[in-house]
Antibody
């Protein structure tokens, strides 16, 4: 079954860190770039980061650059998002999505991150 | 990285057609064919319905169509049905090799 399953979300205080995971199955993970996209409660979609299929390039939205790091472990078919220096406005449902032709063709159900004191 | 501009809401009656616009700049929508559209029902993940401006993935109804002129892309839904009631987002590749979404449009089927 082709799917993406996110995990690692939770409630965290401002300034703290959290690492999200996205487990892929049913397709050749190492052949695809991967994205993180987030959606604040009641708001629209915001692209967060992308990692190329071979990990050679990582790009970020200005809003998270320098604080978030995207990475992957192809041996475990897993995508990660390390989030440091979390802020209240990072509160959102975080989705991982596959980069293919077309991009964003497969999405997970998301994991909720709440940043609150 | 400003979000692409979409109308906050549109509405239509069953059987009618509606069009949702998505306005960007020469740094995103105006530069590439990589404009896509997503449908999102409440509590669900987004679903790809249009890619590369006007292509439909397998399984997506031909009632959905896309186009682009200059810095503005458009999604047209013809023969509106109750199940089309959802949020719609556009997305574009940018000259910085990043991606940007539109602010989203809530479609209400009356």
């Amino acid at each position: 079954q082709v799917q993406l399953v996110e995990s690692g979300g939770g409630v965290v205080q401002p300034g703290r860190s959290l690492r999200l995971s996205c487990a892929a199955s049913g397709f050749t993970f190492r052949s695809h770039g991967m994205h993180w996209v987030r959606q604040a409660p009641g708001k629209g979609l915001e692209w967060v980061a992308v990692i190329w299929y071979d990990g050679s390039n990582k790009l970020y939205a200005d809003s998270v650059k320098g604080r978030f790091t995207i990475s992957r472990d192809d041996s475990k078919n897993t995508l990660f998002l390390q989030m440091n220096g979390l802020r209240v406005d990072d509160t959102a449902l975080y989705y991982c999505a596959r980069d293919d032709n077309p991009p964003f063709d497969l999405w997970g159900r998301g994991t909720l991150v709440t940043v609150s004191s | 990285q400003s979000a692409l501009t979409q109308p906050a809401s549109v509405s239509g009656s069953p059987g009618q057609s509606i069009t949702i616009s998505c306005t960007g700049t020469s740094s995103d929508v105006g530069s590439y064919k990589y404009v896509s559209w997503y449908q999102q029902h409440p509590g669900e993940a987004p679903k790809l319905i249009i890619y590369d401006v006007s292509n439909r993935p397998s399984g997506v109804s031909d009632r959905f169509s896309g186009s682009k002129s200059g810095n503005t892309a458009s999604l047209t839904i013809s023969g509106l049905q109750a199940e089309d009631d959802a949020d719609y987002y556009c997305n574009s590749y940018t000259t910085r090799s990043t991606w940007v979404f539109g602010g989203g449009t809530k479609l209400t089927v009356l």
